[in-house]
């Protein structure tokens, strides 16, 4: 802990627990993997709000780049290259090891995304645009709608045209949700 607050490395937010009051921000210390065992340390931490010095948003696409190793590196630019305006940011990971300069990233690491449609055209556009790159990149990440509501975007994508119940995930916890329910948070009111 000492280490990481010398170094003025972040922190994540992590879902809400059960303890959490609620002026408390939960929050975790994921340190990078052990080189020998894989073995992740993480550490969870309740902090009161007030106490938080300072908060940022995950980084955007070109933040990560000198993180990426050398056989992403094409195949990233060219995701990034064809996002045109859509909010794509990196977490994760990936995210980390840009921060902190650690190495977070294994051979079976994901590219974790977060991405935030501001309306359904969008939303339909980006999940094309990651499924377009998966294949040359191990993406995974999330959807994020207007009310925080979270949605795995390879579960939105592969179970569009036969599913309509989604897992859902919040801050305060997981549920099942519909498709329809989480699209019209998109649409004008």
Same mark, same amino acid.
């Given at each position: 802990? #000492?280490?990481? $607050?010398? *170094?003025?490395?972040?922190? #994540? @937010?992590?879902?809400?627990?059960?303890?959490?009051?609620?002026?408390?921000?939960? %929050?975790?210390?994921?340190?990078?993997?052990?080189? *020998?065992?894989?073995?992740?340390?993480?550490?969870?931490?309740?902090?009161? !709000?007030?106490? =938080? $010095?300072?908060?940022? *948003?995950? %980084?955007?696409?070109?933040? #990560?780049?000198?993180?990426?190793?050398?056989?992403?590196? $094409?195949?990233? $630019?060219?995701?990034?290259?064809?996002?045109?305006?859509?909010?794509?940011?990196?977490?994760?990971?990936?995210?980390?090891?840009?921060?902190?300069?650690?190495?977070?990233?294994?051979?079976?690491?994901?590219?974790?995304?977060?991405?935030?449609?501001?309306?359904?055209?969008?939303?339909?556009?980006?999940?094309?645009?990651?499924? !377009?790159?998966?294949?040359?990149?191990?993406?995974?990440?999330? =959807? =994020?709608?207007?009310?925080?509501?979270?949605?795995?975007? &390879?579960?939105?994508? /592969? /179970?569009?045209?036969?599913?309509?119940?989604?897992? @859902?995930?919040?801050?305060?916890?997981? &549920?099942?949700?519909?498709?329809?329910?989480?699209?019209?948070?998109?649409?004008?009111?």
């Amino acid at each position: 802990m #000492v280490r990481w $607050a010398d *170094a003025d490395w972040p922190l #994540v @937010v992590r879902r809400r627990d059960d303890a959490a009051q609620s002026e408390d921000a939960c %929050l975790g210390l994921a340190a990078p993997p052990d080189p *020998a065992s894989g073995a992740k340390l993480r550490l969870p931490l309740r902090v009161p !709000s007030q106490h =938080i $010095a300072r908060h940022s *948003a995950p %980084l955007p696409l070109d933040a #990560v780049t000198d993180a990426l190793p050398a056989h992403w590196r $094409a195949s990233f $630019a060219r995701l990034a290259e064809s996002r045109a305006g859509l909010d794509l940011r990196v977490f994760g990971s990936l995210a980390l090891q840009a921060l902190t300069g650690q190495a977070y990233l294994r051979d079976a690491s994901d590219i974790d995304l977060l991405f935030r449609p501001r309306d359904s055209a969008e939303l339909d556009e980006g999940t094309l645009l990651l499924a !377009s790159h998966h294949d040359e990149l191990p993406l995974d990440g999330e =959807i =994020i709608f207007p009310s925080g509501q979270a949605v795995a975007w &390879k579960e939105w994508f /592969t /179970t569009r045209a036969r599913a309509e119940r989604v897992l @859902v995930k919040s801050q305060d916890g997981v &549920k099942l949700g519909t498709r329809a329910e989480l699209r019209a948070e998109l649409e004008p009111a």
